[in-house]
Each structure stands twice: as structure tokens, then as C-alpha cells.
């Protein structure tokens, strides 16, 4: 009887064991769930802020791109429009004989983009031969359309001022030449890259 009661005693000191481990158990899916949880969400957030980063970068890029597209297209037509007022102006000069041209006739320089660009950040994103050429060209036709002895010579036509005339047209229309032929040409050039990179900028950020 006694054997009996021992053992009573010892299956049911045993007994809440089974339940002890069944909540140890509980309690360890339980952390386990809650830490894949918290992993789940850090690396969400992580990936919903490289995504952003990114689709801000591209178009942070397709923005600047843009930006030296409509840049370099005023620049282009600026230049344009000087060299073509500067052509028929050159062809009024007499070289040997004709009508003198006075001082009032002379043309300026328009330079409006050409002076905005250089408060632009975008105009370093030009190639700096390009940049150069341009600067040195503005430079050199404004010096001789701003010549005191040039504008003397074509106003009063002299036999002895012929040869001067001769050369600063020829100096004249080699600024406009090269400006024509070289500079011209290199920004359509670059407009064109810069269009197609927009373009593919523009058609990343759509397709996403």
C-alpha cells in the first residue's frame, strides 16, 4: 500500500513537467516569430529606401540631363543668330570700294544664355574644349567689333586703310567660319547625346 502511495506521489510530482515544456516551447515560437517579425520589417524598410534612393538618383539624373539638353539648345541658337547678324554685316563691309559704315551700324554681341550659363552648374557639364571655343570666339569677334581703328577705317575709305580692311574681314569672317564649322556642329552633337540620355532616363522611370 505504501509502494502505492510513493508511487501516486511520484506521477503526480512528474506530471506538470509535460506542460512546463509545452509553454517553454510556446514561448520560444513566440520569440522566434516576433524576431523573423522584426527582420521582416528592418529589411522591408531597408528595401523601400533603396528603391526610393534609386528611382531619386535616376531622376535626379533624367532632371540634369534635361537641363544640358535645353542648355546646350539655347547656346546652339544663340550663336546662331549672332553668326547669321554677323554674316550680313560683314558682307556690308567694304573692302576696297563702297559706302562707309558708320559707328551707330556696327551690331553687338547677344549674349543673354551665353551670360546665364555661366550661373548655371549645368554649363560644366559641357565638354571644356566646347566651352573654350565658344568663350575664345565671343571674345576675339567683340574685340574686333569693338576696335576703334576697324570702326575709323570702314567709316572713312581711304586707299591706305584698303589693306587693313582686307585683313580684318578676313579675320572677321574666320572667327564666323569656325564658329560655323567647328563649334556648331560639336553642339548639335552634344544636344543629341544629352537628348538620348534623358530619353533613356525618362523610359526607366516609366517603366517602373
Not at 522566434?32 to 531619386?56: E, K, M, P
Not at 558708320?102 to 554681341?109: F, Q, R
Not at 570702326?151 to 560655323?180: D, G, P, V
Request: no cysteine.
Amino acid at each position: 500500500m505504501a509502494k502505492i502511495a510513493a508511487a501516486h506521489l511520484q506521477e503526480t510530482a512528474q506530471s506538470p513537467r509535460p506542460a512546463g515544456v509545452v509553454s517553454a516551447i510556446r514561448r520560444l515560437q513566440f520569440l522566434v516569430v516576433q524576431f523573423f517579425t522584426i527582420l521582416a520589417t528592418v529589411v522591408g524598410v531597408y528595401l523601400a529606401g533603396y528603391v526610393g534612393f534609386q528611382r531619386n538618383l535616376e531622376y535626379g539624373r533624367l532632371v540634369k540631363a534635361q537641363q544640358k539638353a535645353d542648355l546646350l539648345m539655347a547656346v546652339h541658337e544663340e550663336l546662331k543668330q549672332n553668326m547669321v547678324r554677323l554674316r550680313k554685316f560683314n558682307e556690308r563691309l567694304p573692302a576696297d570700294v563702297g559706302t562707309g559704315v558708320t559707328s551707330s551700324e556696327w551690331p553687338h554681341l547677344r549674349l543673354f544664355v551665353w551670360q546665364a550659363a555661366g550661373h548655371s552648374s549645368s554649363a560644366f557639364d559641357m565638354p571644356p574644349k566646347l566651352l573654350n571655343d565658344i568663350q575664345a570666339v565671343y571674345a576675339d569677334v567683340n574685340e574686333l567689333l569693338n576696335n576703334a581703328e576697324a570702326r575709323e577705317s570702314f567709316r572713312s575709305l581711304t586707299a591706305s586703310n584698303t589693306f587693313y580692311r582686307r585683313q580684318f574681314k578676313e579675320s572677321f569672317n574666320a572667327q564666323m567660319t569656325f564658329a560655323e564649322t567647328s563649334i556648331l556642329p560639336a553642339l548639335n552633337n552634344e544636344i543629341s547625346l544629352s537628348e538620348l540620355l534623358a530619353k533613356k532616363y525618362a523610359s526607366r522611370d516609366t517603366a517602373r
